[in-house]
């Protein structure tokens, strides 16, 4: 069914209850050619590039609970492609121009909003490396300015530039980020692939995987039956080290909690995203009005998805310092997510040693803003074999020669990513 | 979430620092590149009750190995690391 | 006074009539009393109208008295002080309130953006994700924009919170949320044990349901049980209560969140108070008598002004005095709704009718029917007529089918309770559903809570009595202290029948979540596109997302769900229950820490005199360090630091450079320690010698540098770079504990112990014979290059010297204890007066440095190698340490690796940038041509020009070559010639001098 | 040739002044600074925690402490440091590094710490109110009882806490040794969370 204002107003007409179903709600058939585990963002992306750019349309997206339950439905929103690294920055570009145009794609108005995002500097130091970063994009032909504090005040006036024990120098702005209403990602693609005959099974846990003489996976053991498949997609984040080790696949991965907090609603008041450079604050507002925000993981390994409060303290304490405004605006709701930490910061896009067994993991806190371009390469790699030019660096074995991609320079300390 | 140091008592999350599972043993000297990219890069990453190296930085500075539940964040025991010394408060 | 306070009971309630106070809603005064809460103040003042919806704006009043109120949202404050959406039902009067309404324009009453209700056919659940997508770039510039404008309830305040909040921990064997009848026996049950008890109230009067619903405790009225148990803790040195505090979290350990507000119910806070305090509370148990909430029956305008929960009606006709409306009707399904009838009229006030959905009715409430003079209809409330004034007619479908109407000013509602299952869910637990209730109850509860009273089903005043007593004792007895003394307070046990009724189907508009205007059919549209999981419904209707959190509305809500789905309810589920339990200020948490203190200051031993001497200060992680000293006359801070490094270039001059991290090694095995931690080797270091070390992280990448001396055989003291002082420590420690217990080995940080100071120039041992003993040999072969150790200064105290230089120049590190800083910088000043000594700082430190090519915190960005740093022949090959293996990667010895070179710019008097990236030159930059970056910059004083370090791929094979630096942020490009790194007498003959 | 003098400062010197701080009326905190005092941090060798014990005990003529507790000898105080660890805090120079090094040269190693650490000590009826918006240690008499000691942290900085012995008139004395470079910013945060109770400002020369 296509979604339009004329839709909207003739099912008006008969009180909204011509609407069908967004996505088909399917029964597993004994075979497909690909099956993707995991019903988020990224393996509905991947489902509906391999049926709407690969022309493969025997795919099924496995759910083990409702689409959207993991990370796609508990971030904060936001999209940007200001890496710095080769393989990062052309890759998030790549999703950024599929986030560009995928209300269009998917006939799904998933509130894609380019209103910006600044990343504010403090340092001198800081400011380097954001130079250094902001250039990078520039040669990617990737948007970016480097804004001095005349500039920042200027598009920003209520933040702390009187007091601040870290006064905020100026920021680099990619005008193109911006957020998208994470849910509506997942439904929307959902209901895109749906449309090209995807599968889209939920309440269907995985529980093994099927191989056969030579060791080549050949499909799933699932809560709902024996799935065949072609080939089987992982894209799991959050549980990929679960799902890998049904394979006896050990990875460069942990899993760690990362919360997030949202405001009540309140009229407009933030424009963009902005991140804080002296500490651990991210910030958007939603239409609904609401601060989403956010800080660093907690820092151990965690599947609880909920966190404590050292964590939520000092994610508050960092909007404080960045803009008093928002002290008596108050915190209506925290959770949290699992994130798959990679050993260097970075997604894992690949083939694995097992033969039929594809994966799509280790997101960090990237994996939002990664979906369209994840679900691109991903469906690449499942219907040609060989990954695309912009994930050719993802891959699982960089960890084993050192080519590894750690924007950060932390090198294999998870948590400091 | 609260850590009882074997030294200090219980104490409260922000005086610690993670490092992560303690499992992993640093291979001996002349171990080849495959053997330390397994003890650098590769985790199990328990769901479950995991062993971890946790540094009590914001108290005594002794390194613990705490065995931990990653889905319910119960801590079963904290054993001092084996050079953090001998005397114990809380067993 | 201004105002009558029309509908104020003559007698009655809990309110201080001899202390009236005056407060303006929407710029209109009224009046109300001390002990009133906005919300009742203005019932008490007939305003009906108090607020407009989210997205219909559509008219609303006041449907609660609690903290679960979804529609009274008021700005409370103005100016600075704004508080935007805070609760009517939970602002405490005071003289001087000021509170506006919100999401309205122009007025209250005659709101524009009601309109919306005109579109509300096509303004569904989810109508969004439908339209708005053509043309494309029309969202972020038009429809985004107006969405945006229109949602979002009130406006916060715009500019910074003039009022402080702290932080503050406390501890107890039972924690207690809540003070209603269960949280009081508790909290009696426990302080008898002599345990030590917090209890927790969000009201700021002890006694929850007691204070509407009273009842008879131990055969007294339950005022006098209240005032009694309310002296009995007071007498308890270990029982703490707070009131005005809210359990809003409970985290991993017994750790819980609980917010005081301290000053909420005054204008502003007292000076050197704070507004609000947030509390960590470490608690080896906790009751959670939390009680629970009534809650709503769907019906078609159930959103009208004057529709208000049945219990919140008693409480404000028994608390506050002040009648919701003169004609009261009542819309039940259970047998507690019914006391609101009693309430009404022992106020005087009229009862129209009760509509009871179930088909049975006690005697005794048939009775009082009678006596009454009103109907009891047997039925549903299928309509209302009434509008922004309030309820005027109430539609009712009797059972059978038939159809009645009464006349009646406001309307009662009670679809029975929900125990407040919040702090036990927040450990991602589940409630069970009990269906002799209709209600979830908690499952369990995070280790080391349970529930106890309402907030666990039991809802008789009895139960919630014996149940409080009994956990409140169980906690104690758990946590350590024997029985108490004393019996479970005793009252009856009321009867609670209830026929589950959720939704009245009828015409028009029926609101499940009122403020975010979610309606029943909202719900059946939902489950039709297939957003049948509860998590889906809500994420699609933002069922429950509102400043209420859902406490009214989400198990009507998935109840309905269920319904449509054909599933029973605790099939359908709930939703994950999330913290806060009410929403806290973002001020709150972050306390203390914001504006100057949002984190610690560092100082140095000398920051003092360098503020006198005026310096300009840049902040270092927590450190200030001096950056520069501007003299008078200079025009800009490069005039400032190029006259510092030819200060000490052609004479001799200071800095403190006590922030690196500094440790003593101690132990038998010391050297063997180092030799493990470090590429290079430290065993065969000589007593008195100093020399430079590099770290690596097990995955082979330079991790920290510094100097390190050997002061003894079994003394080490190593520094670090200031940045790395702290995580170098750990890791250390992590070597000493973890990977080589078994070595002899001592660590101690003694970063603070000393104030170090970096003495460079050719006059530094003109300058030190000055001020060191004279018997000490500072000539060159008396204290050569890298050496290292203790000398006497004139005036009697002993200092550590290290002969290394940073700067290129002769120059000493010189220690002294920290105290005396200050005095070693004044007495460097006067020693070196004679030499035009000068003090710098970290920018000439900086200049330097490049000068000499020596790598720092650019360069050492954790991704370089040893060998990229041009440091590679440092590593041992004899012996094994961290990070050797992993060095070797394929990647990390690639011949095409990106290594530290020089670059100074073609045109002498280009500036440089760092950042700006290396691209071949002629060649259009690209991300296949892209080859590297500047990494630090300085105009060298001493080249007279820009000079700069990069990383370039192959740089070191291509010193000579021109290349081109690009710099499009800031429109720059410009061509460079890769050099040497080492800028300055790259012999190092000055150094050793 | 000039003349040098040496003049200690303590880092606390300018924020520090004697004079009441926040509310007016009689003051609910005292907080005085103790200076110039020597601090040595004497860690057993490896394995040697016994020989570092006895060499204690021979020297004190009371045993350190091996948990976490502070104890008095006749002219320095003994606080726990750490596993294995302990500080020496007296007056002048009675218990110096110099005069330490040859008591436990066979089984500890010294760190002079007289200068890297400020002690401040906070004493009056509302000491434990301002010490709990700085410190989550339970300092609950019965917890934290006259000689406890906690290695802990204050605004995110390692802190030594002893309760000392009661002033007169039973009010409890906490002791707070504070890295010397944060030292004046914990004061200014302890300004600011006693201000509420009223400030009674000072510094002495004597251990409490």
Known sequence: MKYSIFSLARAALSGHKTWQRTWRDATPKDRYDVVIIGGGGHGLATAWFLASEFGIKNVAVLEKGWIGSGNAGRNTTIIRSNYGLPGNTGFYELSMKLWERMEQDLNYNAMVSQRGVINLYHSDAQRDAYARRGNTMRINGIDAELLDLAAVKKMIPFLNFDNARFPVQGGLLQRRGGTARHDAVVWGYAHAASELGVDIIQNCEVTGFVRDANGKVTGVETSRGRIGAGKVGMAVAGSSSRVAAMAGLRLPIESHVLQAFVSEAIKPLIPGVMTFGAGHFYVSQSDKGGLVFGGDIDGYNSYAQRGNMPVMEDVCEGGMALMPMIGRVRLLRQWGGIMDMSMDGSPIIDKTPIDGLYLNAGWCYGGFKATPGSGFVFAHLLARDEAHKEAARFRLDRFRTGAVIDEKGQGAQPNLH | MRITCPFCGERELGEFTYLGDAKPVRPAPGASQDEVYDYVYLRDNVAGAMEENWYHGGGCRAWLRVTRNTLTHEISSVEPAAGAGARQVVK | ????????????????????????????????????????????????????????????????????????????????????????????????????????????????????????????????????????????????????????????????????????????????????????????????????????????????????????????????????????????????????????????????????????????????????????????????????????????????????????????????????????????????????????????????????????????????????????????????????????????????????????????????????????????????????????????????????????????????????????????????????????????????????????????????????????????????????????????????????????????????????????????????????????????????????????????????????????????????????????????????????????????????????????????????????????????????????????????????????????????????????????????????????????????????????????????????????????????????????????????????????????????????????????????????????????????????????????????????????????????????????????????????????????????????????????????????????YVTSVCFSPTSDQWIGLALVERGRERIGEIVHAHDPLRGEDYDVEICNPVFYDPDGGRQRG | MAEFSWEARSPLERALVSEPYGVQGEAGVALTEIRNFDLVQVMARRGKASEMATAAKGHFGVAAPETPKAVRTADATLIWSGPDQFFVLSKGGRQSVKSLVPIFAASASLSDQSHARVLISISGDKARALLAKLSSIDLYPAAFPVGAVAATSMDHTSVTLWRGNDAPGGRAVFNVLVFATFAESLWQTMLDSGAEYGIEIGHSEELA
């Open chain 3, 1 to 932: 006074m201004t105002s009558s306070q029309s509908n104020r009971l003559d007698t009655g309630g809990l309110i201080d009539r001899s202390q009236p106070l005056n407060f303006r809603f929407d710029g209109k005064t009224f009046s109300g009393f001390q002990g009133d809460t906005l919300a009742s103040a203005l019932v008490a003042n007939g305003v009906k109208l108090v607020g407009r919806s989210f997205k219909y704006h559509r008219p609303r009043g006041i449907l609660t008295a609690g903290s679960e109120e979804p529609n009274a949202l008021v700005e409370l404050r103005t100016g600075a002080r704004r508080e935007p959406n805070t609760k009517a039902t939970t602002a405490e009067l005071y003289e001087g309130l000021d509170a506006a309404s919100q999401n309205r324009w122009p007025s209250l009453a005659f709101d524009v953006m009601s309109v919306n209700q005109l579109f509300a056919p096509i303004f569904v659940a989810g109508f969004y994700y439908k339209t708005f997508m053509w043309p494309a770039k029309f969202w972020e510039a038009i429809y985004e924009p107006a969405i945006r404008r229109a949602a979002g309830l009130g406006r916060a305040a715009g500019v910074a919170d003039p009022d402080h909040y702290d932080k503050a921990w406390a501890h107890c064997d039972v924690l207690i949320a809540g003070s209603g009848p269960s949280g009081l026996a508790a909290a009696v049950a426990a302080g008898r044990t002599g345990a030590r008890v917090i209890l927790c109230e969000e009201d700021f009067a002890l006694g929850g349901r007691l204070l509407s619903d009273g009842g008879t405790i131990d055969g007294m009225p339950a005022a006098d049980w209240l005032s009694r148990t309310q002296a009995e803790l007071a007498a308890m040195p270990d029982v703490r209560i707070m009131t005005r505090t809210t359990l809003f979290g409970v985290y991993d350990g017994g750790t819980y969140g609980a917010v005081e507000r301290i000053n909420d119910h005054l204008p502003s806070p007292p000076e050197h108070q704070v507004r609000q305090r947030l509390w960590r509370i470490v608690a080896k148990r906790c009751v959670v008598a939390a009680g629970a909430l009534e809650r709503p029956i769907v019906f078609a305008g159930n959103d009208t002004p004057g529709v208000m929960m049945a219990s919140a009606m008693r409480t404000y006709i028994a608390r506050y005095a002040a009648a919701p409306a003169r004609r009261v009707a009542l819309f039940t399904n259970n047998e507690d709704g019914w006391r609101t009838v009693g309430a009404a009229l022992g106020a005087g006030l009229q009862v129209a009718a009760v509509i009871d959905a179930r088909a049975e009715i006690s005697a005794e409430h048939r009775s009082l029917a009678s006596k009454g003079g009103f109907p009891v209809l047997h039925g549903s409330v299928s309509g209302i007529d009434g509008g922004k004034n309030g309820v005027r007619k109430i539609s009712v479908s009797l059972t059978g089918g038939a159809r009645a109407e009464v006349e009646a000013d406001g309307l009662a509602v009670s679809g029975g309770w929900n125990p407040a299952v919040g702090l036990t869910s927040y450990h991602r637990g589940r409630p069970k559903w009990r269906d002799d209730i209709a209600a979830f109850v908690p499952d369990g509860a995070p280790p080391g809570m349970v529930a106890a009273g309402a907030a666990n089903g039991a809802f008789g005043l009895g139960a919630c009595l014996r149940e409080g007593f009994a956990a409140g004792a169980a906690a104690a007895r758990d946590a350590g202290h024997g029985s108490g003394s004393g019996a479970t307070p005793v009252a009856d046990d009321e009867a609670f029948s209830l026929a589950p009724l959720w939704h009245v189907a009828g015409k028009g508009k029926a609101f499940v979540d009122q403020q975010h205007d979610v309606t029943a059919s909202d719900i059946e549209l939902a489950q039709r596109e297939g957003f049948e999981s509860v998590e889906h419904l809500k994420r699609y209707t933002t069922l429950g997302m509102a400043t209420d959190q859902g406490k009214t509305s989400n198990v009507a809500g998935l109840a309905i769900m269920a319904a449509v789905n054909g599933k029973s309810i605790p099939e359908t589920g709930t939703t994950i229950y999330r913290p806060p339990y009410v929403p806290v200020a973002i001020g709150a948490f972050a306390g203390h820490h914001r504006d100057e203190n949002f984190h610690a200051t560092r100082l140095t031993p000398s920051h003092h005199w360098a503020a006198e001497q005026g310096a300009i200060f840049v902040d270092t992680g927590l450190w200030k360090r001096a950056q520069w000293y501007p003299r008078t006359g200079e025009k800009d801070w490069l005039e400032s630091v190029t006259r510092e490094v030819k200060a000490v270039r052609g004479g001799v001059g200071f800095c403190d450079v006590s922030t690196l991290g500094k440790i003593d090694v101690h132990g038998a095995d010391a050297g063997a320690f180092l030799d493990r931690v470090y590429i290079n080797t430290f065993s065969n270091l000589a007593v008195g010698k100093a020399r430079y070390g590099l770290m690596l992280r097990e995955d082979g990448i330079v991790y920290d540098d510094g100097t390190t001396s050997r002061l003894a055989e079994d003394h080490y003291f190593l520094t670090t770079t200031t940045a790395k002082a702290g995580l170098v420590m750990q890791h250390l420690e992590f070597c000493r504990q973890v990977l080589f217990p078994e070595l002899d080995v001592q660590l101690t940080s003694v970063s603070d112990q000393w104030a170090q100071f970096s003495i460079a120039g050719p006059r530094t041992r003109d300058l030190l014979k000055e001020i060191v003993d004279p018997s000490e040999d500072l000539s060159n072969e008396g204290f050569p290059f890298m050496g290292a150790r203790e000398v006497a200064l004139r005036g009697g105290i002993r200092a550590r010297l290290f002969r290394i230089s940073f700067s290129g120049e002769m120059a000493f590190e010189i220690s002294v204890p920290a105290r005396y800083g200050e005095a070693m910088a004044r007495n460097l000043m006067i020693a070196g007066k004679p030499f035009g000594v000068t003090p710098y700082g970290t920018e000439a430190l900086g200049v330097m440095r490049i000068e000499k090519g020596h790598v720092a915190g650019p360069e050492l960005s954790g991704t370089t190698t040893a060998a990229d740093l041009g440091l590679g022949k440092m590593m041992s090959t004899k012996k094994d340490f961290i990070g050797r293996v992993m060095a070797g990667r394929e990647a990390l010895v690639a011949a095409d690796r990106q290594v530290v070179v020089g670059i100074k710019p073609i045109d002498k008097a280009r500036r440089l940038r760092s950042g700006a990236h290396i691209i071949p030159k002629g060649e259009t930059p690209g991300p296949d041509n892209d080859q590297g």
